[in-house]
């Protein structure tokens, strides 16, 4: 058996939430419990048994992405690739545009990530599922299911599964009134037949290209997954539903960087629990990441979930809670950073504090998920999140900055409570 995977990352013109964090570096290469969102992908796809290549997808720059994959051969020692789409394809159009890339070497199945997900990713369960049920149901593509609130499914796919037969029963992306609770993960097993119902799909657009006047060719060469893909296979019986229960979530915002971090950290104690620090001095409180060329001072507290970046630099009687600290910012003597997200290269005078507010699911209601809420509420405020201070910011000692957005390359000079600084 030859198993492929492919992870979706999108390009420049997504992750626009994201924002100011994506603004220096590709979103998928932020370091989330100290490795890049899409490393965590990859680990979990290197444990996939007959794996026998990597292969991600997106429209950055092939420049912007060539260390990260070279990184990421010589440290799984697998085949590894970056194809970059000419132009933004859709979540389907890039697998269609490298099909033959797909292909190659005929695997029995691949799967397909998006990347801008987080989760304990349960690929090998899922592989077995597929394989087990696709023979009696003839089924082409497996894809991952969570439960989420009543609310929150109005932002995700919604599925209608049939418990018969585990079958897609019906499918609508992002309804407007309430579906079901059971939503779409965007992680799939498909078998090579998916890319005859791809074809079909792309050749009809191409002939309504050439028939209507003023067609858009941006258009004409996108395909959606979800839309074109998903919905039309509903009730044939040709796509499967495997739900799990295990974490996840989807990573938009930057307040979903924080609630990752934790699970990420979580995960590493129960799975590779030589990633987490261990030590008297400095004193640390549940699960907390260091990179090993960060610089902490013994008298630092850090915890619980938190990450340290690389060449970091963490003064005396610092304490810092729920936060990521990214590579090469220093934190000097006394200050206190909470639910915040510390740019690269930035810097936090002494007896200063830095302060967000934490935007986790509820843990009353089961199965909650990020909200993803949007930046500013209905009366044009600001909605309390956690702090972002940008690359290469500058924060002067003894000032506070609270539920504020700070972009790269800013100098502040005094405190700041629910502001965007520009």
Not at 224 to 248: C, F, N, R, S
Request: charged share 20%; aromatic share 10%; proline share 6%.
């Amino acid at each position: 058996m030859l198993v492929k995977a492919v992870i979706l990352i999108g390009g420049n013109q997504k992750g626009t939430r994201f924002r100011p964090l994506s603004l220096d570096l590709p979103k998928p290469l932020f370091a989330v419990a100290g490795f890049p969102i899409i490393q965590h992908h990859i680990e979990a796809c290197v444990q996939i048994p007959f794996l026998k290549e990597i292969i991600i997808l997106g429209y950055y720059g092939v420049s912007e992405m060539s260390q990260f994959v070279g990184e990421m051969v010589q440290l799984y020692k697998i085949n590894i690739r970056y194809l970059q789409e000419f132009e933004p394809l859709g979540t389907a159009g890039g697998l269609y545009h490298f099909r033959d890339q797909i292909r190659c070497g005929n695997p029995d199945f691949f799967f397909v990530l998006n990347g801008d997900v987080c989760a304990d990713f349960p690929l090998i369960e899922m592989l077995e599922f597929h394989k087990t049920h696709r023979e009696t149901q003839k089924a082409i593509v497996t894809l991952m299911a969570t439960e989420a609130t009543r609310q929150q499914s109005l932002i995700y796919g919604c599925i209608i599964e049939n418990k018969e037969n585990n079958t897609l029963e019906h499918y609508v992306e992002k309804p407007s009134t309430f579906i079901s609770t059971l939503v779409n993960c965007g992680v799939y097993i498909f078998s090579p037949e998916v890319f005859h119902q791809m074809a079909n799909i792309f050749n009809k657009k191409q002939m309504d290209f050439y028939n209507v006047e003023n067609g858009s060719s941006i258009e004409r060469e996108a395909l959606y997954l979800e839309k074109e893909i998903l919905m039309p296979l509903a009730g044939t019986g040709k796509a499967l539903v495997y739900q799990t229960v295990k974490w996840w979530s989807q990573l938009k915002t930057p307040g979903a960087a924080i609630y990752a971090n934790r699970h990420y950290l979580n995960l590493f104690r129960e799975r590779r629990p030589e990633r987490l620090a261990k030590s008297v001095q400095p004193t640390i409180i549940g699960d907390v990441y260091i990179h090993a060329t960060a610089n902490v001072h013994p008298t630092a507290v850090l915890g619980p979930n938190v990450s340290i970046g690389a060449h970091a630099t963490i003064g005396y009687g610092t304490r810092i809670k729920e936060s990521i600290v990214l590579a090469h910012s220093r934190i000097l003597d006394h200050s206190l950073v909470l639910y915040s997200i510390i740019g690269a290269n930035s810097e936090i005078g002494c007896w200063t504090r830095v302060e967000g507010t934490p935007c986790d699911p509820n843990p009353d209601k089961p199965f909650a998920k990020m909200e993803n809420a949007p930046l500013f509420n209905d009366e044009g405020r600001l909605n309390p999140s956690i702090t972002i201070l940008g690359n290469n910011v500058t924060i002067p000692s003894e000032v506070i900055v609270r539920n504020s957005i700070v972009l790269p390359h800013k100098e502040l000079t005094r405190s700041y409570n629910n502001e965007i600084i520009l």
